[in-house]
């Protein structure tokens, strides 16, 4: 018999979902044009939103490794399960830090005409490969919980949100 993972607690699921709101936020928001952030408003507000989304992920990443635990797979579960699940994780934050990071150099850009178009046009390419990157892992991510939900019953899934209903 199975026994069930281990749930995750309050906190790194408060941080899984808080991440998950800011960047369902981030994609929804989205502008339409980089030239639009020559508005100060909303240059400004870009900035505070991708300091904040770093910042989040930055003790995110600082929880799950010293405090709050990386997975909950079962030991006994397939190398392939495992081998997948930490390359969408790393998959996921790298994307994560490069669209915050891009985002920042392409605040930056704006701000100081110093910076030239070469560094300009790498950031946006960087800003649009990571933008176009997170949602197919954030898929990979969902698929693999739906696994563990529906194929493996081994109660990955609800170490994240408590039990659901099959």
């Known amino acids: 018999m199975r026994h069930p993972a281990k749930p995750h607690g309050f906190v790194t699921k408060g941080i899984h979902w808080v991440s998950a709101a800011l960047i369902g936020y981030g994609y929804f928001k989205g502008l339409d044009n980089p030239s639009q952030l020559a508005d100060p408003a909303l240059l400004q507000f870009e900035v505070i939103f991708a300091l904040a989304l770093g910042a989040v992920f930055v003790f995110r990443l600082f929880w799950t490794h010293k405090v709050g635990g990386r997975t909950r797979l079962p030991t ?91």
Do not use: C, N, Q
């Open 76 to 166: 006994d579960a397939p190398k392939w399960e495992h081998m997948a699940s930490r390359a969408v994780h790393i998959g996921l934050y790298a994307a994560v830090f490069g669209i915050v990071l891009s985002g920042l150099g392409i605040a930056l850009g704006y701000s100081v005409p110093a910076v030239g178009a070469l560094t300009m046009w790498a950031m946006i390419g960087l800003h649009e490969i990571t933008l176009a990157l997170l949602p197919i892992l954030l898929l990979a991510h969902i698929a693999g919980a739906l696994w563990h939900k529906i194929i493996r019953r081994d109660g990955v899934l609800e170490s994240m949100t408590g039990r659901l209903p099959v």
